[in-house]
């Protein structure tokens, strides 16, 4: 147990510069303050945004059996957050979101003989969406830290992200920007055949997304761990985030005290295909069959310059097996385009295979039977990366003995740098101690969805009808997301106690020291476990 300061104030020798410098920016309580971390403060926000929109559309017959239109669309807008801090640097809402959307398109459709029309379209999309912060060109120094850790972050400066667990959240954080941006491109051609009405057709789409690593300065959290009565149990009534904060202490137990991101660009994107073609079949007055199939391919996500982490090798030994090898050490890091890798994840299908069935059927004059089944492929989805070795978050550590005594300061966050951004040179080192997300490589889709119906009308006299009917839905083979680095249900039985158990650190020397794993002699035995 921890003893507590005296009548529950902390001495001025052991307050932080620096955490008192954050605690200022807090607003005085404008309502009475039932209790410790008790909301005290409500302010009402009046915010104005902006937007306009235009669009152009042309309209031109060439011939008489040859007609084209193209449009043009732009949508603009400004969206600046909620300030709930008036006036103050540090307010939470700190985002003024910009987007501007431009979207084209052309279309022709060409009458080749009375039973047959063709018709070709052409289409662009782009959507910028930048998300600066209000407190943009702010320094950290002005808090008091040193200049080196504004020398972190040199691009993108702004006021740091503050999480002080029962107080309110504040700060900026980090600025990100996206642009959206699509290609299309199809063609279809309708034939009258006798009982025939036959369309066939040919699809392209380029999906992609570029993008630029949220970057900026430290976050900071500050959790009650270290100014609790016990540093292994939560105790009611004692400690607080803004205690730690004022002691300048951030993280607490395994958790970590704030993070800084280092990044680059990225382009990613998917390619798409597709073929189809459909029979509108009318057998007899009273039957109509419709029958069709298309096939697509779909390629899985990849990055134009190959700055991706395609998966997680866990069937092959990790190099530094050989180093430790009292613990069972599986998995290497693989880059697209390196090593005979292929440039993108997972194991796309080569063909998906879409079948549709469908009919109508008219019993008599007042009733009508109709049915339908087909295969419909999820379309994959995805949004802005952050490739491992191409953005590396290095987080401050809080503890490296469960929480016991802290490992950082406010005066040093990061006392052994930062993780450098190192691509793909690390190869099958990269990325150890970190959190990675990957695409199984046995990947073949997003999955796919067979829907069906069947519905029955009949008419009961010149002014009523009824209509029943069911319509179904079945999703096969979607992706799932699985946490493989789980602790083993059979080491429960060690308890808080013998899991926190500070041992030798096996990987100190091998593993950054900028990381948990490698950053002290000593680890909490539940890491070597998972």
């Keep these: 147990l921890r003893t507590a300061f005296a009548n529950n104030i902390i001495p001025a020798s052991r307050l932080s510069p620096i955490g008192l410098a954050l605690a200022s920016y807090y607003p005085l309580p404008n309502q009475p303050t039932a209790s410790y971390g008790a909301a005290n403060y409500i ?4 915010t104005q945004d902006r937007a306009d929109q ?5 309209d031109h017959e060439f011939a008489p059996w040859l007609k084209a239109s193209g449009s043009y669309l732009h949508y603009g807008s400004q969206e600046p957050s909620n300030q709930t801090f008036p006036g103050s640097i540090a307010t939470p809402g700190q985002t003024i979101i910009y987007r501007h959307v431009d979207a084209t398109q052309v279309n022709a459709t060409a009458t080749l003989s009375p039973t047959t029309v063709l018709t070709a379209r052409f289409g662009f999309n782009r959507f910028p969406d930048y998300e600066p912060k209000f407190s943009r060109g702010f320094q950290l120094s002005t808090l008091g830290f040193p200049a080196s850790v504004d020398g972190l972050t040199p691009a993108n400066p702004d006021f740091p992200s503050i999480t002080a667990g029962e107080m309110a959240a504040y700060g900026g954080g980090t600025t990100s920007w996206t642009v959206y941006h699509s290609t299309s491109f199809n063609t279809e051609v309708a034939k009258f055949m006798g009982k025939h009405s036959v369309k066939a057709g040919f699809e392209w789409r380029l999906i992609a997304d570029a993008s630029q690593t949220a970057t900026g300065p430290s976050s900071f959290v500050f959790a009650s761990g270290f100014t609790s009565q016990s540093a292994a149990k939560t105790v009611n009534g004692t400690g607080g985030g803004l205690a730690s904060m004022l002691l300048g202490y ?8 704030g993070s800084i991101t280092l990044g680059t660009k990225y382009n990613d994107f998917v390619h798409y295909a597709a073929f189809f073609i459909q029979d509108d079949y009318r057998i007899t007055p009273k039957l109509t069959l419709n029958i069709g199939f298309r096939g697509e391919h779909e390629s899985n996500l990849a990055e134009a310059n190959n700055k991706y982490f395609i998966d997680a090798d866990l069937t ?14 599986r998995g290497q890091a693989r880059y697209a385009g390196v090593g005979g890798n292929p440039n993108h994840a997972g194991n796309p299908l080569a063909l998906k295979l879409g079948p549709r069935f469908g009919f109508a059927y008219s019993a008599n004059s007042k009733t009508v039977i109709r049915g339908g089944y087909g295969i419909f492929w999820i379309p994959q989805s995805f949004s802005a990366q952050d490739a491992t ?3 590396q978050t290095t987080s401050i550590v809080g503890s490296t003995n469960g929480g016991y005594t802290p490992a950082s300061t406010l005066s040093n966050p990061y006392p052994n740098g930062l993780l450098p951004v190192s691509g793909n040179t690390l190869g099958a080192l990269a990325a150890i101690g970190q959190a990675i997300n990957a695409t199984d490589p046995g990947t073949r889709s997003a999955g796919y969805v067979e829907q069906m119906s069947m519905d029955f009308q009949r008419q009961l006299d010149k002014k009523s009808s009824v209509q029943f ?3 179904g839905s079945h999703t096969l083979k979607q992706a799932l997301t699985i946490n493989v680095n789980q602790l083993n249900p059979s080491y429960f039985s060690l308890g808080a106690a013998g899991l926190n158990k500070s041992v030798t650190n096996p990987f100190y020397g091998y593993a950054p020291n900028t990381l948990s794993l490698g950053s002290s002699q000593t680890i909490s035995q539940s890491t070597l476990l998972l």
Excluded at 316 to 329: D, E, H, K, V, W
């Design 43 to 46: 302010y009402s926000i009046s």
């Design 469 to 471: 009917g069911y319509i």
């Design 389 to 391: 070795g191409y953005s």
């Design 54 to 58: 235009g669009t152009f559309k042309l």
């Design 250 to 257: 951030p993280g607490s137990g395994t958790a970590t005290g």
């Design 316 to 329: 092959r030994a990790n190099p530094l097996q050989a180093s430790i090898p009292g613990l069972t050490l």
